[in-house]
């Protein structure tokens, strides 16, 4: 979602040096943007808040002048410590989280968005914070798209990316609705590829040694394998992506790519994957229930075998797989 704001950013401010702080599992991403960005790597190892201090103050020293403008884009307290600890002369933010401290480190917060909003998706929430005119998103530009071209040349196979990972387990859908989604693809010519980071990996295997020996389908596990410019590559070339809600269902949607994503506790209105110039994007959750969507990254009903995970387990695999065979054949 940060991608159409600084394409927005850099459009408002074509000639301004512009260094975005991320984490280093996001850095190589921000590659792909033909912006001219500096980036500056954290680790966020652990979510231990003296870790975060500590991050956050070996972050002066990148910045031996302070920065005439800095933006908060998450809405945690520690993004608007940090735009006050380099020293920034104008700090602008969101409210979120920990509103009035926020307040002591940002001379600048931004309201709801205005009424005449289309809609309040936190990328519509960012571009608010540079008073984006347009309605409209910016026209992100990908580079390298000519070194794609050849990644399935020749294959003749249709290739289906799948996501069965997400950071919390309120996101990630159970591994008995995998299978049944797997099923679908029994005795197809698909090449399903299963994708994961390297901590990600012993999860994709535990899904893959619960399938029966004798599954006829293609299906490769690249967990722990696929570099960020390798799986954007990889979801260029794919027929279709089948995802969690996470960065790379975002990713994917962005690309162009037909993306079916499942939906927990997170709230869709807010944080879809979003493109408007990609009509194939789908979004399956139950959030008829209650306590949805619940923002939280474990489910409260975990001691409750049927509550537990019912946004998940309530979504039809007999709906997703008539959506996968509108999307493979059009």
Known sequence: MSF?????LREQNPTAAITIITRTIYKDLFEYLPLDLKVIEVGRSTNSYWHRLLEIFSLRSF?????????ALPPSLSSAITGWFIGAKKRIGMRGQSYYLRALFLNQLTKQLDPDRTSSHRAYEYLALLNWPRRSLPVITLKKQQLWADLAAGTGTQTIVININSEASSRRMPSEQWLSLLEIFKQSAYRILLIGSAKEEKHVQCLLDLLPKNHNFTIENHA????????????????????????????????GTPTIV??????????????P???QIHIFSDHNLACAPCLKNNCKFASDN???LACLKNISMEDVARKIREFLLR
Request: net charge negative; proline share 8%; no cysteine.
């Open 224 to 255: 722990g394998k696929t570099s960020i410019a390798r799986l954007v590559e990889i979801l260029s070339q794919a027929s279709l992506m089948i995802s969690n809600d996470s960065g790379p269902a975002h990713l994917s949607a962005i690309l």
């Open 262 to 275: 499942f939906f927990g506790a997170g709230d869709t209105n807010s944080t879809a994957p979003l493109n």
């Open 306 to 308: 049927n509550q537990h």
């Open 4 to 8: 159409y704001f600084l394409t927005a």
């Open 63 to 71: 910045f031996p002048d302070p920065p005439d403008i800095y933006y």
């Open 277 to 279: 110039k990609n009509a």
